[in-house]
C-alpha cells in the first residue's frame, strides 16, 4: 500500500498564474481533505471531499477550488495566485464519516509563488 | 472561540524525558491529537485522546488530558535524537459534516546528543 501520494513535490509558479496539485489517497479511503500549512504555522484546513462532492470548507476564497474523481483521487486548484499562496500544501485521506483519526497525510507539495 | 496553543521550542538530553504541552480553548472538543512532522516531510498521526479519557499509554508516549483546565500534554520517555520534529496538538470540534480540526503552531523538539 503506497499510503497517500502527492504531486508534484515541488513547483514554482508567477503571481498571476495558475497550478494544480494532485492527490492519491490511501487504499480503502474515500474522503480527501486539503491543508494548507505555511512556514512556521500549523496547518489550515481549505476543504474536504467525498462523494465527488465539496463536503467542507475552511476559510479559504474562491481562487481555491478543487475536485474528486470516481478513483477518490483529488485535485486541489489555485487561481490567480498570491505570493501569499506559497506554503506546503498537505491532502490528507480517511473514510467517509469518521473521526480524523483516521486521517493519514502525504508528503505534501510545496508551492513557492514569485 | 478556536485555538489551540503551544510553547514554540523545547530541548532536551537524549534519554531525558519530553514534555510538550497544549492549551485548547473549545470545551465541545471530541478528539485530541499529536501529529509529528519531520523536515520536509508530512505529518505523522502519533497519538489521539478521546475527551472522556485522561490518561493514554503508548509504548514510550504518554498523554495526559486535564479536560478542566484544557491542558493536554504529550511525554516522551527516553527520547532519541530521532524523536527530533516539530509536534503540533489538534483538537477536532463539530459533529458530522461540521467536524473540523483546529491545530496550533507546533513545538520544535531538539534532542541534543
Known amino acids: 500500500d503506497a499510503g497517500v501520494t502527492q504531486s508534484p513535490t515541488h513547483l514554482i509558479k508567477t503571481r498571476g498564474q495558475q497550478v494544480t496539485l494532485r492527490c492519491s489517497p490511501k487504499s480503502g479511503h474515500d474522503t480527501v481533505s486539503w491543508y494548507q500549512q505555511a512556514l512556521g504555522q500549523g496547518p489550515q484546513f481549505i476543504f474536504q471531499y467525498y462523494e465527488e462532492e465539496e463536503r467542507q470548507r475552511g476559510n479559504f476564497p474562491d481562487r481555491f477550488s478543487g475536485h474528486q474523481f470516481p478513483n477518490y483521487s483529488s485535485e486541489l486548484n489555485v487561481n490567480a495566485l498570491l505570493l501569499g499562496d506559497s506554503a506546503l500544501y498537505l491532502c490528507?485521506?480517511?473514510?467517509?464519516?469518521?473521526?480524523?483519526?483516521?486521517?493519514?497525510f502525504g508528503p505534501g507539495t510545496r508551492l513557492t509563488v514569485t | 472561540g478556536e485555538d489551540v496553543e503551544q510553547s514554540l521550542f523545547l530541548s532536551v538530553r537524549e534519554g531525558d524525558s519530553s514534555v510538550i504541552n497544549c492549551t485548547y480553548t473549545d470545551s465541545s472538543s471530541t478528539y485530541l491529537y499529536w501529529y509529528k512532522q519531520e523536515p520536509g516531510a508530512g505529518l505523522q498521526l502519533l497519538t489521539y485522546i478521546f475527551s472522556n479519557m485522561d490518561m493514554k499509554q503508548d509504548q514510550r508516549l504518554t498523554v495526559l488530558l486535564n479536560k478542566k483546565d484544557k491542558h493536554l500534554s504529550l511525554r516522551i520517555a527516553d527520547t532519541q535524537t530521532g524523536d527530533s520534529a516539530i509536534y503540533f496538538c489538534?483538537?477536532?470540534?463539530?459533529?458530522?459534516?461540521?467536524?473540523?480540526?483546529?491545530w496550533g503552531l507546533g513545538t520544535s523538539l531538539a534532542v541534543n546528543p
Open positions: 490528507a485521506s480517511s473514510r467517509g464519516g469518521l473521526p480524523a483519526y483516521e486521517q493519514y
Open positions: 489538534a483538537e477536532s470540534i463539530g459533529a458530522g459534516n461540521n467536524r473540523k480540526l483546529i
